[in-house]
């Protein structure tokens, strides 16, 4: 079955600063990539997906790269801010209507 | 107007109990799901289930079970509740479309267990 490997598992930077998960999955027939944040005590709320058919997408401060020959992806966050603290996790899954396979998170602080 | 929700929000018992979690979704999908998020705050799929199949995460043992009383229901029941059952549980639904096969997931608010 599909395995996901995510790094590093905690980040701290400096606001204002730029931050970078990368995680790597097993399986080459995931299509779908979505990450999602997980605030302290509340649910994981998607920020940013990503399809096999696009290798790079953006929105706003947070963009998603892919790289499907490698079976590698990455999340990028700009100009990060104090609320962007939080645990971020990856996920890979056939679809979006198969259950995901989660990375094992990276709980980002933003110092201020 | 909540999407996914999920009752209790906390739910304390004891070792060998049989507890249930109740989840209901607004948003008309198809596809619901139930989750574990350990202590180590690791999630991991348990069941998913749409109008026409159930699949069953092998390694969650047979004391948990999904119920679907209609589309917009997934409860999780569980027998002979144990320690290492302690854990976060969350729903989630999505949609199948053919035109967009890649839909998002919608997660409840989770449910805190913990087997004293």
């Known amino acids: 079955g599909e395995n996901v490997e995510q790094h590093p598992s905690t980040l701290s930077v400096q606001e204002g600063d730029s931050a970078v998960i990368k995680c790597t999955y097993s399986?080459?027939?995931?299509?779908?990539f979505p990450w999602y944040k997980q605030e302290l005590g509340k649910r994981p709320q998607l920020i940013i997906d990503?399809?096999?058919?696009?290798g790079e997408k953006k929105d706003q401060r947070i963009a998603v790269t892919l790289n499907k020959t490698a079976k590698h992806f990455s999340l990028h966050i700009t100009e990060t801010q104090p609320e962007d603290s939080a645990v971020y996790f990856c996920?890979?899954?056939?679809?979006?209507?198969?259950?995901?396979?989660f990375g094992k998170g990276t709980r980002l602080s933003v110092i201020a | 107007d909540t999407a996914v929700s999920q009752t209790p929000k906390y739910l304390v018992t004891q070792m060998g109990n049989d507890k249930s979690i109740k989840c209901e979704q607004n948003?008309?999908?198809?596809?619901m799901y139930w989750y574990k998020q350990d202590s180590k705050k690791f999630l991991k799929i348990m069941f998913s289930?749409?109008?026409?199949?159930?699949?069953i995460n092998e390694t969650v043992p047979n004391r948990f079970s999904p119920k679907s009383p209609d589309k917009a229901h997934l409860n999780l029941h569980i027998n002979s509740l144990e320690l290492g059952d302690s854990a976060v549980y969350f729903c989630?639904?999505?949609?199948?479309?053919?035109?967009?096969?890649?839909?998002?997931?919608?997660f409840g608010p989770g449910t805190r267990l913990t087997v004293l």
């Open positions: 399986d080459s027939a995931s299509n779908y």
């Open positions: 996920a890979a899954s056939l679809s979006g209507n198969t259950p995901l396979v």
């Open positions: 989630a639904s999505s949609q199948a479309s053919g035109s967009s096969p890649y839909n998002e997931q919608f």
């Open positions: 990503i399809r096999s058919n696009v």
């Open positions: 948003l008309g999908h198809d596809t």
């Open positions: 289930y749409n109008n026409k199949e159930l699949i």
